[in-house]
């Protein structure tokens, strides 16, 4: 028999590999591709790929490379067992383009040598980047190109190999069909009463379960609040469940507070009465990313906490009034805080939104907060408070008002950056506890959840 016959019969003895795909991430992939000797062929390295994963490398370590090409030809239709979709493939100058499915991807060479997740290229230990951008080519252009369906696989001049998992491609590339795992549902009041799962999670699931903590971002991620019930009724308590989903932020209120209405600081929430709807610390560059309320007493009347979708107000404003939604969308203005000890200010937009998607972004409205206005130019303050009050008049509408008695047990988060929140005036002792929770971190576990991706 000969050689070339008995290596094609010991590579069959592995077809079972190819009827029963596995997906395998990407950093999988580009480790097995870059343990290939660098003298192998392009073809040599496909069918290396397809089989090193299923534990029958052996046949590839020393083969007679006079049969790789009846190799190859013998198996090319197992390779890509998932071959079947799209994988059409387009070589410009500058880039590559690729479909898959209804996704259409723009690559720039220098854009995919740079992003090389090789062992030599990324260190996978650390999660950062190796390769010096300094030094790239950025006329670079690869010799070879091959899409099985699943597996991008390029040989650059110096026979560098790069490849990458199509799932990696699509989270991390930039085309207009980029979007959240989760979408966002906008509410009014009217909305949020036809939900028939309330944004809700029993202390229990939250704190013991990863189902419970997912649902929990999931709703943060969907509606902008949720509320964790049954828990302790203490700030012990309170702290317990904000630590549950990431660390507590500090800021000159302290690292987490409790309580009533006796004007510690020079602040309006420190008093007993009422709060329209607004986002807190509009004053600093970058506000916190959730607060955190538990009411643990209130011997007294009112007190209501009052939510309204920032985003809502916003979206309907972009629509009726476009002008105002660009205006506020443009023009800087300036918040702050000041009381004995602080003297703090921001400069932002009231309306941000993605630089790609052009979905709404963040809503930085406070009218307490706001500054005196010597960011806008004199001949275009007239315009500013006409937009101003546009908006404010989306937020005060009553439609737009969602009212929530919260109960000891009851610990609401809210996405600062989304929903505005306020009370109605009360009487009596009405002893509240809370904190912050930094924007980038309960974002990066909604991104751990496989919920968020931008």
Known sequence: MSTNTKLIQQLFKCTSIFQQPIRLSAVQQVSSLHTLPRESSPKQQQVFLGAKHHSCPSIFRQPDLSCWNAVYRSCSSFVSPQGSRNRDI?????????RYGHYHLDLPYVWLRDHCRCDVCYNHQTCQKNI?????????????????GTVLTIEWPDKHLTSYNIDWLLENTY???????????????????????????????????????????????????????????????????????????????????????????GDTAYTTLGLGAHTDNTYFMSPSGI????????????????????????????RDNPTAFKCLSETVVAHEFYDSDHRVR??????????????MFSIRFNPYDRSPLHTVPPDQIKKFYKSYAALTEEIRKPESEVWLKLKPGMVLFVDNWR????????????????????????????RLFGLQNL
């Not at 010096?132 to 099985?148: H, K």
């Not at 643990?296 to 404003?317: I, S």
């Not at 921001?346 to 993605?354: N, P």
Request: aromatic letters at 12%; proline letters at 5%; one cysteine or more.
């Open 90 to 98: 387009t070589l410009n100058k500058e880039e590559l383009s690729v």
């Open 132 to 148: 010096d951008n300094f030094e790239l080519d950025l006329d670079i252009r690869p010799t070879e190109v091959s899409f099985d």
């Open 175 to 265: 085309h207009d069909q980029h979007r959240d795992r989760v979408e966002r549902v906008l509410w009014n009041k009217a909305i949020m009463a036809t939900i028939t799962e309330q944004p809700m999670v029993p202390y229990k699931d939250f704190m013991e379960t990863e189902d419970g903590l997912k649902e929990h971002v999931k709703n943060l991620m969907k509606y902008g609040f949720s509320v964790v019930t049954q828990a302790p009724p203490s700030h012990e308590g309170t702290l317990a469940v904000s630590q549950r989903l990431t660390f507590l932020q500090p800021t000159f209120f302290g690292p987490s507070w409790s309580f009533t209405s006796d004007m510690a600081f």
């Open 291 to 318: 607060q955190v309320f538990h009411v643990l007493e209130h011997q007294g009347t009112g007190g209501e906490t009052l939510l309204v979708d920032g985003f809502f107000a916003a979206e309907t404003l972009r």
């Open 346 to 359: 921001s400069l932002g937009t009231v309306l941000s939104f993605h630089p790609t998607t052009k979905k």
């Open 419 to 446: 929903v505005m929140h306020g009370r109605s005036s009360f009487t009596g002792l009405r002893r509240v506890s809370g904190c912050y929770l930094p924007r980038d971190d309960w974002f990066g576990k909604a």
